[in-house]
């Protein structure tokens, strides 16, 4: 930000005491200039614990948080201090209007629109504080420790990461409450709905289950005429042997598709035991296990590897 930008934020400062006084000043100050000039916005800072209410209200769960208004409602938020980030948003908000009636109908029907993609983005769908490696309030772990323990295959979307999803699918839902899980686009519920299904033993018949390991590895080797299971990609391995193969495959004009091992441990250990083969890089052709580097070598040496990758041998 520019000085003069910078002095115009800080005189444009004012910190607020009391729940009160905030409502009141969104009345009369925030509605009436955010939306002019950028540098006649008005910045109203509050102490999260010393306005409990206000915290409550538009739960704020870490400091800081960055809330957007506009006439009285809040239409945006940013949780954390993304500098960045906080900066397309002031700009984006600062410089739009305020839209028609036909116009906000209009945002409203792209919304749900949006919201019903979302719903069915995948057979079960979590909307959630944060993701499944790292949840950002204890009722959207507890909710990822049960779909987990349960094997049930899903896949998630942060509502810190979209205020406009995340205010419009309580509407949308008629659930005023996160997390959200949704099998087929319908709503299950939240945590609470969740435990008693698992407790009634429904849980399991009613989200889909993921893929047993072995049905899953069938499927990885098969996913292309020519699999190689190695550290690293094409791009980029991340060890000597993988690169080895990699200059071999290459040389062979055969196309091929691999697999990064480092990205999934479950898959790094289950193929062992699949392949009955212990290290690393390890080469498919349709699903049969042709070898690792060494074996590479020789069927190169001996003429044998670009028929066996054609399937002529």
């Given amino acids: 930000m520019a000085a003069g930008a910078a002095e115009a934020a800080v005189a444009a400062l004012e910190e607020v005491g009391s729940a009160g006084q905030f409502e009141e000043l969104l009345r009369l100050k925030l509605v009436t200039h955010f939306w002019s000039e950028y540098l006649n916005s008005f910045i109203l800072k509050l102490e999260a614990e010393g306005v409990p209410e206000v915290s409550e209200k538009y739960e704020i769960s870490s400091v800081p948080t960055f809330l957007f208004f506009k006439n009285s409602q809040k239409i945006d938020r940013l949780d954390g201090a993304h500098a960045p980030e906080l900066t397309k948003k002031v700009q984006r908000h600062a410089s739009s209007g305020s839209f028609p009636p036909s116009a906000n109908e209009h945002l409203k029907e792209d919304?749900?629109?949006?919201?019903?993609?979302?719903?069915?983005?995948?057979?079960?769908?979590?909307?959630?504080?944060?993701?499944?490696?790292?949840?950002r309030c204890g009722f959207s772990k507890q909710m990822v420790e049960i779909l987990h323990k349960h094997n049930i295959q899903f896949s998630s979307f942060d509502i810190f990461s979209d205020e406009e999803v995340r205010q419009g699918l309580k509407a949308y839902s008629n659930w005023p409450t996160y997390p959200q899980l949704y099998v087929s686009g319908e709503l299950i519920g939240g945590l609470d709905i969740i435990k008693e299904l698992e407790a009634s033993e429904e849980l399991d018949t009613i989200c889909p289950k993921a893929p047993k390991l072995e049905e899953r590895l069938k499927v990885l080797t098969n996913k292309a005429s020519v699999m190689l299971f190695m550290k690293g990609n094409k791009q980029e391995a991340k060890c000597g042997f993988s690169k080895q193969i990699l200059e071999i495959l290459n040389s062979t004009g055969v196309e091929y598709e691999t697999f990064d091992i480092l990205e999934d441990e479950e898959v790094r250990q289950g193929l062992k035991a699949y392949s009955n083969w212990p290290t690393y890089p390890q080469l498919y052709v349709?699903?049969?296990l042709v070898g690792?580097?060494?074996i590479v070598k020789e069927l190169k040496e001996n003429g044998e590897l670009l028929p066996i990758l054609r399937g002529e041998n």
């Fill in 292 to 294: 690792g580097l060494d």
């Fill in 286 to 288: 349709k699903g049969e």
């Fill in 111 to 135: 919304l749900n629109l949006r919201l019903k993609k979302l719903t069915h983005a995948a057979p079960c769908m979590l909307f959630m504080k944060g993701t499944p490696q790292e949840p």
